[in-house]
């Protein structure tokens, strides 16, 4: 079983289109280009000598010029704590590596391209293992609907048809799916705690929580005083205040640690968009680092103001359920292409990171 972190198949079937999974810091970046990233594969085999071994060999794609380091780490597929960084020979491409027999390891692959600290690394993670048992029960998973979808006679009979057809498809895909269906005009707190007691309950396994619709989204953090870059990549210098104030985070639906942790009471920045605007006691978050793990992978799947679009966002969560359904039962044949043009690139000082 082989898994590479560029787009992990069984969150993109069910619709977990914003997610980043918690560790050890909080710091993320925009979009992945070429220049951060490297084409990993890797292959198993059993030892012959003795077949409760297996023998993972780990190999990536060469730079263009002679890297200033290469290395890895690694650690258990659902561990927060890697190893300790495992150099190689500069120019290596290749490691290999002994596991059991029926487990799996996560492999970071780190070339650092420029000598320059903590700048121009490339990363990629990949997963491995052999005869690895299958999960065919992964636990219950909310599943919170925008409330207005319910009352726009428009598409209500579809909607609640689609919507029963995408309940039905993750059973198929061993979840356990609740359905719960939430005010769009209520507050994030509120939100939460549809999650929070959900999670509580420790009869299954909690997996994780799905966003239809125009759920509440979460506003956090003050990205020209605390020195981090916000979400988007940009600096906060470079044209502020454009990129100031507080950013969408749906992690703190993800945070099953003690409410106080976030607060409303410090933070007082005004952006060039109100949407990132934050001051005390508005109901946006004071964090811009992660106060602690996220414990719950949250997906959002949310169509609304998107002026492109001459259909209502019911209507396009419609289309996106039907596509989704269509994909998990092989119904339409996809290409396997992409197209990239990345005009930003190393050399504009401003390129698209990890």
Not at 136 to 146: F, S
Not at 203 to 230: C, E, H, M, R
Request: glycine share 6%; proline share 4%; hydrophobic share 35%.
């Amino acid at each position: 079983m082989i898994k590479s972190n560029k787009i992990l198949g069984l969150l993109s079937k069910i619709g977990f289109c914003l997610i980043i999974t918690a560790v050890s810091f909080t710091q993320t970046f925009a979009q992945v280009a070429q220049d951060f990233t490297l084409d990993v594969c890797a292959t198993t085999q059993l030892l012959t000598s003795d077949t409760t071994r297996t023998i993972v060999t780990v190999k990536w794609s060469s730079t263009s010029t002679t890297p200033y380091s290469t290395g890895y780490r690694y650690k258990v597929k659902n561990s927060l704590f890697w190893s300790s960084f495992i150099a190689l020979g500069v120019s290596d491409t290749c490691i290999i590596d002994t596991i059991g027999t029926g487990s799996e390891r996560e492999y970071q692959i780190i070339v650092d391209t420029s000598g320059v600290a903590n700048d121009y690394y490339k990363y990629e993670n990949i997963l491995a293992g052999r005869k690895v048992p299958a999960t065919i029960q992964h636990g219950r998973l909310l599943v919170l609907v925008d409330y207005l979808f319910l009352i726009d006679s428009a598409y209500l009979n579809a909607i609640d048809s689609e919507l029963e057809l995408y309940k039905m498809d993750l059973i198929a895909d061993g979840f356990i799916p609740v359905i719960k269906y939430v005010n769009r005009s209520t507050n994030v707190e509120n939100i939460k705690t549809y999650i929070t007691d959900e999670y509580a309950i420790t009869s299954t396994p909690f997996f994780g929580v799905i966003l239809l619709g125009n759920v509440p989204v979460p506003y956090s953090g003050d990205y020209k005083a605390t020195g981090f870059f916000p979400p988007d990549g940009h600096t906060t210098t470079a044209a502020p205040p454009s990129h100031e104030g507080a950013w969408a985070t749906d992690l703190y639906y993800g945070d099953m640690s003690v409410s106080t942790l976030w607060t409303d009471t410090i933070t007082n920045n005004l952006g060039a968009r109100a949407a990132n605007n934050n001051i005390p006691g508005d109901g946006k978050f004071d964090q811009t680092a992660m106060p602690s793990a996220i414990e719950v992978p949250i997906g959002r799947v949310d169509l609304t103001d998107l002026p492109a679009f001459s259909q209502s966002d019911t209507f396009l969560l419609k289309r996106y359920l039907t596509k989704n359904h269509n994909y998990r039962a092989g119904l339409t044949n996809y290409r396997s292409r992409l197209l990239q043009d990345d005009e930003l690139g190393l050399i504009t000082g401003e390129p698209f990171r990890e």
